[in-house]
């Protein structure tokens, strides 16, 4: 097997210091959930209890345990208000939406923000990529849903950030490897360590499958580094490095209902393919995507007593090549951009901020002051899918331009506690500046400028009822703009500069509960209404222009419930109740549709056991989902809703220094067939995207501390 250079690089650093180094440091005890400390919402660090926010954090344990780790999804699953869906499509990545938001991407997040160590995993666009998430290294997870992800700036329905490990203690080494149903397997080697004031992580592995649903296969590499230093006291520097490389991974499509019924992993046949017995149109143009994607970003962190700096810088480059299912009559017209993207985008930012603490009226008065810059530019090129008789293939340009997206959003927050009451604030001014050069003028000039801008101001007290119960409120304004994939395509063919950003006004009102030590439940009942919604106008053959509805409500209940017992007994239950619909109709689109991709109810139900010497775990898992439609309309087949049964062991020994795990996984265990995930608005209906009927997966991992 091929090596990446990224991984090779960072495999030969791992078996270097592996050469220099010398019984495991325990595990930290995993804390209650209520009881994390959090930085997502306030940015001055307090427990989930004492958020004025739909906050949760998901610990290593869970991320890790049991799972292959490489898809986000395996952990989010347990999240309320959040649907995560893995496509079985390695070209689109994960498919995530909170409280509604961002259901309509087609590929990638759009909606929800993701942060990786405090480096934005999303674009100045507010597009996201969670394959570039490293899950072998996380610590925690925390998901921000409603009115305080507002301070974040360009989105709508949340913030995702990712926190991993710092290096401590001895020297180790690790290896796993899992494999499972469909040809996937997952190779994994890290190595982690404290040398003096120098922390270091470095992981590298590789992900391969043959797929779920016909022409699905892919391989995914990716390394990772980070370095924790302090080089003067009260300072810490963090630099983190990682990348991501996925070559030829295949898409296999979505399908049409009759399709779907006849054969869940088929393919759509292509009517056009004039070879007997037809070809899929997957297989016809074969439809892959290429990505190479590397950043580095520094974090410099400074205490002045209560007083904090904070400066974060960041860069990276990202290149994608990816081969569509354009029929021939599709690509005739002459604003036709073709049916290969190929782009090399650079991209850059920082983010400054600082944290003043005082006393203000027999309170404490915590201010943050900051502003975030990010840029990314792209080297843009379309070509024909085809040449001659030949689809598939890098033909003719069609397409070339420059893209520049640009963000500088300075902001403020501040938090008083005084006595049993936190109350919260802030305010962000968003800039948001697309760019558009056309080189290629035979179908046009399509060169232009754009700029939005929106004050999103936040607003949150927390009143304190008893040391076991909290009550809150919260209230903001958010705002979302189009993405420059949104952009590119209008109905007309051109460049979409009439499309507009999406307003929304959000309330949130909770109840934070801990009913004894080991008993917590978290409620929460929140609003969300939008003007100027960004919606699909039509998709097809990997192609999507988007419009601006008219004004959607959403409204929902949100409930967590985390236990502990007695013989090693715990459960997890995550429900959501969601009504999301069009307020106004737009269109032939009538008034009360439902929002496209968002379930009207979705639970999460885990019961979990382990011995008292943690050797030994099991656990049952219950994931369940209302219908779901694609068009926004409701007039064609919706996805019907599912319930599915997960299962797991665990077992762990320790020998001298070495550290052995083992795991089974069984997942939907009564072998239901269901669809996982829809594309919205697909013009020719094939919105389905089946999700795998019974499937195993094993693992096992080796770890040394010298």
Same mark, same amino acid.
């Given at each position: ?18 050469? &220099? ?24 660090? $307090? ?19 049991? /799972? ?18 893995? =496509? ?63 301070? #974040? ?45 120098? %922390? ?5 592995? =590789? ?85 190479? $994607?590397? /950043? ?17 810088? #960041? ?33 850059? %930012? ?24 990010? =840029? ?77 801008? $929106? ?108 236990? &502990? ?6 459960? =997890? ?38 011995? &008292? ?23 064609? /087949? ?37 669809? %996982? ?10 919105? #389905? ?18």
């Amino acid at each position: 097997m091929q090596q990446n250079p990224v991984c090779r690089n960072v495999l030969a650093a791992l078996v270097a210091m592996a050469g &220099s180094t010398t019984a495991f440091a325990e595990e930290p005890a995993a804390l209650p959930m209520a009881d994390v400390v959090v930085v997502s919402a306030t940015r001055v660090g $307090h427990t989930v209890f004492d958020m004025p926010a739909s906050i949760d954090v998901i610990d290593a344990s869970r991320i890790q345990q049991s /799972q292959p780790r490489v898809n986000a999804s395996e952990a989010l699953a347990a999240v309320p208000g959040l649907v995560a869906q893995n =496509r079985q499509n390695y070209a689109q990545d994960l498919q995530i939406s909170s409280r509604g938001f961002g259901a309509r991407s087609t590929f990638g997040v759009r909606g929800v923000r993701l942060i990786a160590d405090g480096i934005p995993a999303s674009m100045p666009d507010g597009q996201g990529q969670a394959a570039t998430f490293n899950l072998d290294m996380a610590e925690r997870i925390e998901v921000l849903r409603g009115p305080f992800s507002a301070i #974040y700036g360009n989105h709508s329905g949340g913030v995702i950030q990712m926190f991993t490990r710092d290096g401590d203690g001895a020297p180790t080494v690790e290896t796993s490897f899992s494999a499972g149903s469909y040809g996937s397997r997952k190779a994994d080697v890290n190595a982690q360590g404290k040398q003096g004031a120098v %922390g270091y992580v470095l992981d590298a592995s =590789r992900f391969e499958t043959d797929g779920y649903r016909a022409h699905s296969a892919a391989t995914r590499d990716q390394a990772f580094a980070k370095l924790t230093l302090a080089p003067v006291d009260n300072a810490k520097l963090t630099i983190v490095a990682n990348g991501l490389r996925q070559k030829d991974t295949q898409d296999p499509l979505g399908v049409s209902w009759a399709t779907y019924q006849r054969d869940p992993r088929a393919g759509e046949t292509d009517a056009s393919d004039t070879q007997t017995p037809k070809r899929t149109l997957a297989d016809r143009y074969d439809t892959r995507k290429s990505i190479d $994607h590397q /950043q580095i970003g520094a974090n410099w962190e400074q205490q002045f007593g209560d007083d904090r700096l904070r400066v974060m810088t #960041y860069g990276g480059n990202r290149q994608v090549i990816q081969y569509q299912s354009f029929s021939r009559a599709f690509q005739a017209p002459a604003t036709h951009s073709g049916g290969v993207i190929d782009f090399d985008r650079d991209f850059y %930012g920082a983010d400054v901020s600082w944290t003043h603490v005082s006393a203000l009226a027999g309170g404490k008065l915590s201010t943050t002051f900051g502003v975030e810059y990010g =840029r990314s530019n792209d080297d843009r090129k379309g070509y024909e899918n085809y040449i001659g008789t030949q689809f598939g293939v890098k033909g003719a340009l069609r397409r070339d331009e420059q893209d520049v997206v640009s963000n500088l959003d300075p902001y403020l927050q501040a938090e008083w506690q005084t006595g049993a009451w936190m109350l919260s604030a802030g305010v962000r001014r968003s800039n948001v500046k697309v760019a558009v050069d056309d080189r290629y003028l035979s179908n046009g000039n399509d060169s232009g400028n754009l700029e939005y801008s $929106h004050t999103t101001p936040v607003l949150g007290v927390l009143y304190r009822v008893t040391p076991m119960v909290n009550v809150y409120a919260s209230a903001a304004r958010g705002f979302e703009t189009p993405t420059l994939n949104e952009l590119f395509y209008s109905s007309t063919g051109g460049f979409n500069f009439g499309l507009k950003p999406a307003r929304s006004t959000h309330l949130e009102t909770g109840v934070k509960t801990k009913l004894d030590d080991r008993t917590s439940l978290n409620t929460a009942i929140f609003q969300a209404r939008t003007t100027d919604e960004v919606v699909v106008d039509s998709s097809g053959g990997g192609r999507t222009s988007y419009r601006n509805a008219s004004k959607t409500l959403r409204r929902g209940l949100e409930v967590s419930l985390d236990s &502990s017992w007695q013989y090693g007994l715990s459960t =997890r239950v995550a429900l959501t109740a969601l009504r999301a619909t069009y307020d106004q109709a737009f269109g032939a689109v009538p008034e009360g549709s439902r929002l496209p991709g968002v379930p009207k109810a979705n639970a999460y139900a885990e019961l979990a056991w382990k011995d &008292s010497a943690d050797r030994f775990g099991a656990a049952l898992e219950g994931i369940a989902t209302g219908k779901i439609y694609a068009d926004d309309a409701n007039a064609d /087949q919706a996805a019907p809703g599912y319930g599915i049964v997960n299962a797991r062991v665990s077992a762990n020994q320790q020998w001298n220094g070495w550290r052995f795990k083992q795991f089974a996984r069984l997942n939907n265990l009564l072998d239901k067939n269901y669809v %996982g995930s829809v594309i919205v608005g697909d013009t020719n209906k094939r919105y #389905y995207e089946a999700a795998p009927q019974r499937n195993w997966l094993l693992g096992v991992s080796a770890a040394y501390q010298f």
